[in-house]
Structures are given as C-alpha cells and as structure tokens.
T-cell receptor, first 111, second 114 residues
C-alpha cells in the first residue's frame, strides 16, 4: 500500500544566496529555543540557541530571530554553501526541561 | 572530547526478539534523552532522565519499551518483544542542567525489525 509520511517543507537556494528557514512554536511560555542541523545518517547537530529575553542572536554565518508576539522563530544562513544542505529543526523547551522538535525543513543548496 | 556514544549503530533482528540499545552520555552531563525518528512521525521524545531519575516517560509507546539509567554514564533502551513497527532510528542525547543548555545527540541506532 501507499506509504504516507510527514510532508517535510523544502527549500532550494543557489550557492552564495542567503537562506531563511521558519518555524512556528506552540507554547507562549517557552523561554528557550534551539536550531539543529541534521545531515543524512547523523544525529541532529546544535547550531544556535536563543532565550526568550532576546529577539536576535548571531553566530558564524547564522542568525536566529525570535518573535514572541506571533510565536515565530527563524534561522538565517548567510552565503549558503553546499555543506549547508541538510534538514533543519527548531526545538522549544518544555515545562520540565524536555524539548519538543518541529517536523523539520529540508534545505538543498544548488551549486 | 567524546560526544554521545550509541551502540550498536545498526541492528537487524526478527520480530519477537529482545532489543537493547545503549548510550553513553557526555561526561558531566546530567540530563539524558531517548528519541525515536521515523518518516511517519518525525523526531519523538520517548523518555527523559535527570540525575539518573526518569522525569518524563510519557512518550514511551507501550509496555514493551523500557529504559534504565543505572548510573550517570550509561543508559539502555529495551524493546521486548520487538515488532516491525518499532523499526526506526533511535537517538540518545545528553545535556547539562535541566533544559537550560542545548542537547548533544549521538549518531543513532538504526533498528530494523523483520
């Protein structure tokens, strides 16, 4: 029979362009958020995090923006490279220290 | 420094068999998480330990699944008896504190139940 899986949002960008990956979270009381990158055959890898007392945080080529009003998180990758191709997950902290992960966005960088 | 170490990396076994997955967290981390990842359901939290004590096991699918953390450097996830629908990639992650620091993941165990 037909197999039905999660519909993973996809994003294709040209090498050198900037990428923006979006995430909506559910709990307005969440105070800590993390972005992960998962390459094929590997576990999720920490990219950047942000706490609710901040709106923006920058790392190396990555920026995370947090809009608490609309419960929205975004990850911006500058000058996207082929090695950035992966699935990207956002995670929000739950009430007892666990984290809840989104469904992920698949990023493909076109050389 | 070594990251989270999981074993085995791959496991293929017949339904009805007992399966034991192992995890060594990063030294000094006091929170440990077991996740399951499938195409159907994405990344699901199964159980979460803090200081070797289970804090949230609401994600454990059913009684066939059990997890233990006998000490700060070792945890097991056991499935008995295994079923084909348990086929998935199982990840272990560890972190410092209780939700204040990011989790670090192992490379997972790819489990296939025939």
């Amino acid at each position: 029979g037909e197999s039905v899986g999660l519909h993973l949002p996809t994003l294709s960008v040209q090498e050198g362009d900037n990428s923006i990956i979006n995430c909506a979270y559910s709990n307005s009381a969440s105070d800590y958020f993390i972005w992960y990158k998962q390459e094929s055959g590997k576990g999720p890898q920490f990219i950047i995090d942000i706490r609710s007392n901040m709106d923006k945080r920058q790392g190396q080529r990555v920026t995370v923006l947090l809009n608490k009003t609309v419960k929205h998180l975004s990850l911006q990758i500058a000058a996207t490279q082929p090695g950035d191709s992966a699935v990207y997950f956002c995670a929000e902290k739950g009430g007892t220290g666990q984290f809840y992960f989104g469904t992920g966005t698949s990023l493909t960088v076109i050389p | 420094d070594a990251g989270v170490i999981q074993s085995p990396r791959h496991e293929v076994t017949e339904m009805g068999q007992e399966v034991t997955l192992r995890c060594k967290p990063i030294s000094g981390h006091n929170s440990l998480f077991w996740y399951r990842q499938t195409m159907m359901r994405g990344l699901e939290l199964l159980i979460y330990f803090n200081n070797n004590v289970p804090i949230d096991d609401s994600g454990m699918p059913e009684d066939r699944f059990s997890a233990k953390m006998p000490n700060a450097s070792f945890s097991t996830l056991k499935i008995q008896p295994s079923e084909p629908r348990d086929s998935a990639v199982y990840f272990c992650a560890s972190s410092l504190g209780q939700g204040q620091q990011p989790q670090h993941f192992g490379d997972g165990t790819r489990l296939s139940i025939l």
